[in-house]
């Protein structure tokens, strides 16, 4: 069985390359530049995001529990067992 040897080098500017081919294959946004949001804002930003999300999330596991406790207070009613 042959076995393949690969003499390619790769260096930042090859793996540049591959990285947006691929990234422009994908059809992603390729960032030019450093952009303009400073690394603080996006920080900010973030953080703001998680917070609401946590808040939403923590309501909606708090609406889905009670709603299994009232599943379950019924089912005992009727008699259905776990």
Request: charged residues 40%; glycine residues 4%; positive net charge.
């Amino acid at each position: 069985m042959p076995i393949l040897k690969l003499e390619n080098t790769c260096t930042i500017l090859n793996w540049k390359e591959e990285l947006d081919r691929y990234l422009t294959y994908q059809r992603a946004d390729i960032l030019e530049g450093k952009g303009e949001i400073s690394r603080k804002t996006a920080e900010n930003k973030i953080q703001d995001e998680l917070e609401k999300y946590l808040k939403k999330n923590t309501l909606t596991e708090r609406i889905d529990r009670d709603f299994v406790e009232v599943l379950n207070q019924k089912a005992k009613k009727i008699g259905v067992k776990k």
